[in-house]
């Protein structure tokens, strides 16, 4: 049981980062897909008549808005990656790499692991 306690405080701010950031990552990521698809759709077309007409469509406010939100959310999504990858390793280094004795040992006192 001891081993599961510690299990749970070790894991338990992994768990909710890894939560939180997925959460961000998946909703930027479709925000950006969807943006890029409407675009292509709408202010595109497909095929060689969505090549030629397109020259007309892609002034408008709506195409040039839409291709303005794809651009842009693909760099926050680009973005929050690289920032994920770096505030995670930095995360680890911190909280296990120089893990301080009396730190371990105060979060196994809170848990009835060894005594006070």
């Not at 839409?66 to 680009?78: A, D, E, N, Q």
């Not at 930095?90 to 301080?100: A, G, L, T, V």
Request: aromatic share 18%; net charge positive.
């Amino acid at each position: 049981m001891e081993y599961i306690k510690a299990l749970y405080v070790v894991s338990k701010p992994i768990i909710s980062y890894i939560g939180i950031k997925i959460t961000f990552l998946i909703s930027t990521y479709t925000a950006e897909w969807y943006t890029g698809r409407i675009y292509s759709k709408y202010c595109i077309g497909e095929g060689f008549n969505g090549f030629y007409n397109h020259i007309w469509n892609v002034a408008s406010p709506s195409c040039t808005g839409l291709l303005f939100s794809h651009i842009s959310l693909l760099g926050v999504f680009i973005a929050s990656i690289g920032i994920t990858f770096l505030s995670g390793f930095i995360f680890m280094y911190n909280n296990y790499m120089k893990d301080d004795y009396n730190k371990t040992k105060k979060m196994l006192e809170e848990l009835n692991i060894i005594k006070k």
